[in-house]
């Protein structure tokens, strides 16, 4: 048990045991059901692959899914109510939902396995129902009994996290596809049986990913945003929950620009970062990020030059050995760096 707690804690995700009113993992874990500590460390596996996948998603963004930034409990001083914020509960809870399924999937669990209830049925021309197909229902729900109970709040802040969290579920039935194998003499294919299967976990992020950038910001009421805490006020949820928004990530925060650190609000700002630069295979998006993390931020880019080595000349030897030279290569780098005169 002390594996999947310890992982839960260097992720940030949870762990405030020791405060009065706090509710974590750890007490659930004591004083919940017995058959839930089944799934403890796969649901610490799923939210580490969200997390991830969130690092890869945004590792050219200015921010960049940084640590701080993980904590889905409600007991974090830092917790925001940004479009990122979004992000990190759609894909953690996705991320748990998936792997759970794939543990089914598996038989990984003895109380789950495929999805084999519409197997023998037709499901379209020329095809019928068969195979393992991935039992999203189950996942589903271990994702929300596990990552929903982390949000304790009942204000617009905690709506808004459950909402995201649900989103990120509906993004794993969402990508899911519909995989066939052919029968009938010599693979004519006149049958075939088909069954649906999670799509790789990367095509889940990108999905996200595309779902972050048309948030939906939530309007409230301005004066009790502002009072205090702000994104404590009250949230009449009509909007969010509208049929049409429910897969949309909402958010209630505009986001800093994350281009200056500002400890207050937890962000590290973009100076000493590694940016790409002539580099061929580069996306464009890719190729656009010492602007974005630099010089849009009043940041210069600084070249630094360093020393790789690879593996080169290699020769195939009969038989059968590759021998390799070891080949020193400078590569340049490309970093934000504060331009010289400036505080
Ligand atoms: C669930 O799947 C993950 C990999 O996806 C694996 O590491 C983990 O051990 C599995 N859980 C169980 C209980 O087998
Ligand atoms: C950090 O952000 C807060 C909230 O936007 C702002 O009031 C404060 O001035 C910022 N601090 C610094 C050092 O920029
Ligand atoms: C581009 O390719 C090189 C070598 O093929 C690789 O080391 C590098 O990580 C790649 N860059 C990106 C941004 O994918």
């Known amino acids: 048990m002390g594996g999947p707690l310890m992982l839960w804690a260097a992720l940030g995700i949870c762990c405030w045991a020791s405060s009065a009113s706090g509710w974590s993992v750890n007490n659930f874990l004591v004083t919940g059901p017995k058959a839930y500590l089944t799934y403890t460390t796969s649901v610490a596996l799923g939210a580490q692959s969200g997390i991830e996948e969130c690092k890869f998603q945004f590792a050219w963004e200015r921010w960049n899914c940084p640590e701080n930034a993980l904590q889905l409990s409600t007991h974090n001083r830092l917790r925001s109510a940004t479009r990122e914020t979004s992000f990190i509960h759609a894909i953690s809870s996705a991320g748990v939902m998936y792997t759970i399924t794939k543990n089914c999937s598996m038989g ?43 949000e304790k709040g009942k204000d617009a802040r905690a709506l808004m996290n459950l909402h995201n969290n649900r989103a990120g579920r509906l993004a794993v039935r969402a990508t899911m596809r519909r995989t066939c194998k052919c029968h009938g003499i010599s693979g004519s294919c006149s049958i075939q049986t088909c069954w649906l299967q999670l799509a790789d976990f990367r095509e889940m992020g990108d999905y996200l990913k595309a779902k972050y950038d048309r948030a939906l910001k939530i309007e409230m009421d301005k004066r009790r945003l502002r009072a205090g805490n702000s994104a404590e006020g009250r949230w009449t949820p009509t909007e969010a929950f509208l049929p049409s928004a429910e897969a949309e990530l909402v958010f209630l925060e505009e986001s800093p620009d994350y281009c200056a650190r500002n400890s207050s609000l937890g962000v590290h700002g973009t100076e000493g970062r590694e940016c790409l630069r002539g580099s061929r295979n580069a996306s464009r998006w890719e190729r656009r990020s010492c602007g974005r993390l630099c010089t849009e931020c009043g940041l210069q880019v600084e070249e630094r030059r360093a020393e790789a080595t690879s593996s080169c000349n290699c020769k195939f030897q009969w038989c059968c050995t590759v021998k390799c030279d070891q080949c020193r290569q400078v590569v340049n780098r490309f970093y934000c760096a504060r331009s010289p005169g400036s505080a």
């Open 108 to 150: 990984d669990f003895e109380n789950c396995g495929c999805d084999e209830s519409k197997n023998g049925k037709t499901g379209g021309h020329g095809w019928i129902w068969g195979g393992c197909s991935d039992n999203v229902e189950f996942g589903e729900r271990i994702s929300k009994l596990f990552v929903d109970s982390l």
